[in-house]
């Protein structure tokens, strides 16, 4: 009741939070190797489009380069000069989503701060950081994903699916029960969950995404996804639904 108090008088005072974002890479990947991609895929250019699609005035971006199976110093984060790039020695997903989650409990920021947890193979759609900020703009709403899972209309797992449905000035939301290892939260939320977050990367090669979900909504947490997907995980079979995310990689 006191968190949807304060954030209602936010509202009511103009308040925009700011929006942190904290982005994941690595020279190679076990987690994602196997993966079908679309044609023309590369995770620079998933950089590209994320750079392309932000306003600088709006949101922060810290990148983290896993350089525990780099083959060279070369890479293209190091390239720019716009935004921090923290070296890490992690060798895993779940390590290196570990030391993330490790220096972002370790800043100051205030409650309200929007953190967006981001991995190297999304593509965003332009406008994405004003709906992501509208997402946070609802009521009791703990986590927002900006990824419209196709798996939730297809596999047969989620034939029995109920979602509530919210619509905020330009968007509809549907409730969903889990999400990947991209997402966003205000930051009090992160720091009262921060426990969870880690035991599901904690021991493992991939960090336990559904079953991390699973138990925040045990505990009452709620996660929500804009329709359509205004960002998608980078994997035709699964892409968010109603965009034609291909185009997004022809020169």
Not at 15 to 25: G, N
């Amino acid at each position: 009741m006191l968190d949807s108090l304060k954030h209602k008088i936010a509202a009511w005072m103009g308040k925009q939070p700011c929006i942190k974002l904290f982005v994941r890479h690595c020279y190679a990947s076990d987690a994602s190797g196997h993966k079908e991609r679309f044609d023309g895929f590369s995770r620079e250019r998933c950089y590209q489009n994320l750079i392309q699609t932000i306003d600088a005035s709006d949101v922060d971006v810290t990148f983290f380069l896993d350089m525990a199976r780099a083959h060279s110093s070369k890479h293209f984060l190091k390239e720019q000069q716009r935004f921090p790039v923290i070296d890490i020695h992690a060798g895993a997903e779940g390590a290196s989503f570990l030391a993330m989650l490790d220096y972002v409990l370790e800043q100051k920021m205030d409650p309200e701060t929007i953190v967006y947890f981001l991995e190297d193979d999304y593509l965003h759609k332009p406008g994405w950081l004003p709906i992501l900020k509208e997402g946070f703009s609802i009521p009791s709403i703990d986590y927002v994903t900006l990824y419209d899972h196709k798996d939730k209309y297809a596999l047969a797992e989620y034939k029995n699916l109920h979602s509530r449905i919210f619509h905020t000035k330009s968007c509809h939301w549907r409730t969903t029960p889990s999400t990947t290892n991209t997402y966003a939260m205000r930051f009090e939320t992160l720091k009262r969950d921060a426990a969870i977050h880690r035991a599901y990367s904690e021991g493992v090669a991939i960090t336990k995404d559904h079953a991390k979900f699973t138990a925040l909504t045990a505990r009452g947490a709620i996660l929500i996804s804009s329709i359509p997907g205004y960002a998608t995980h980078a994997e035709p079979a699964f892409a968010s639904p109603c965009t034609d995310w291909q185009s997004y990689f022809k020169d």
